[in-house]
């Protein structure tokens, strides 16, 4: 059983930053590869950054050059770095953990709300 805890959203004004971040249970945390997704209210769940176990990073091209994946293995803590943000990035933020043997979990996600 994994529990993932996210943290760090908010209100924030357009062009201004946040930094979320999602604390993991298990020894094992530098195996899994993690995901950020997101929820509009309305719209699907949309992926946002992964990064792999290795490091490898994607991001959707929606948040390309302004958000950043990242992780610390040595905290079980992945990061996402929101720069830039705009009305359209309100949402629920979940991260979620994909295990080796294919089990993934999800957090119960963090509000950002983008808005002047």
């Known amino acids: 059983q994994v529990q993932l805890v996210e943290s760090g959203g908010g209100l924030v004004q357009p062009g201004g930053s946040l930094r979320l971040s999602c604390a993991a249970s298990g020894s094992i945390f530098s195996t899994y590869a993690m995901t950020w997704y997101r929820q509009a209210p309305g719209k699907q769940r949309e992926l946002v950054a992964h990064i792999t176990s290795g490091g490898s990073t994607n991001h959707a091209d929606s948040v390309q050059g302004r958000f950043t994946i990242s992780r610390d293995n040595a905290k079980n803590t992945m990061y996402l770095q929101m720069n830039s943000l705009k009305p359209e990035d309100t949402a629920v933020y979940y991260c979620?953990?994909?295990?080796?043997?294919?089990?993934?979990?999800w957090g119960k996600g963090t509000l950002v709300t983008v808005s002047s």
């Open positions: 979620n953990a994909e295990l080796a043997n294919g089990t993934d979990y």
